[in-house]
Nanobody
Framework: QVQLVESGGGLVQAGGSLRLSCAASGRTFSSYAMGWFRQAPGKEREFVAAISRSGAITYYADSVKGRFTISRDNAKNTVYLQMNSLKPEDTAVYYC????????????????WGQGTQVTVSS
């Protein structure tokens, strides 16, 4: 089992940057594919980015491709989401998730979820 704790959210102006972190408990972090999802008010939770166990393979939603970068440090049990050129439509609660399988874009495959961190982008 793994516990996930997100941090790094906040209020930023459009065009600015934030880096989200997700710290995982346990000694088997490298066994999990990781993903970031987000949920805006009144909308369904949606896929943002995902990364394989080794970090060699990454996936991005079209809406964030070229602006966001997912990475991981298995020695630190942490996955990151670097968000640049932020837009008001990026405003949401951001969640990290862990999957013992291959992860990817599908929310339903993820076994463990963090509590979320709020990102607000002002225009």
């Amino acid at each position: 089992q793994v516990q996930l704790v997100e941090s790094g959210g906040g209020l930023v102006q459009a065009g600015g940057s934030l880096r989200l972190s997700c710290a995982a408990s346990g000694r088997t972090f490298s066994s999990y594919a990781m993903g970031w999802f987000r949920q805006a008010p009144g909308k369904e939770r949606e896929f943002v980015a995902a990364i394989s166990r080794s970090g060699a393979i990454t996936y991005y939603a079209d809406s964030v491709k070229g602006r966001f970068t997912i990475s991981r440090d298995n020695a630190k049990n942490t996955v990151y989401l670097q968000m640049n050129s932020l837009k008001p439509e990026d405003t949401a609660v951001y969640y990290c998730a862990a999957d013992l399988g291959f992860g990817g874009r599908t929310m339903g495959v993820y076994d463990y979820w963090g509590q979320g961190t709020q990102v607000t982008v002002s225009s």
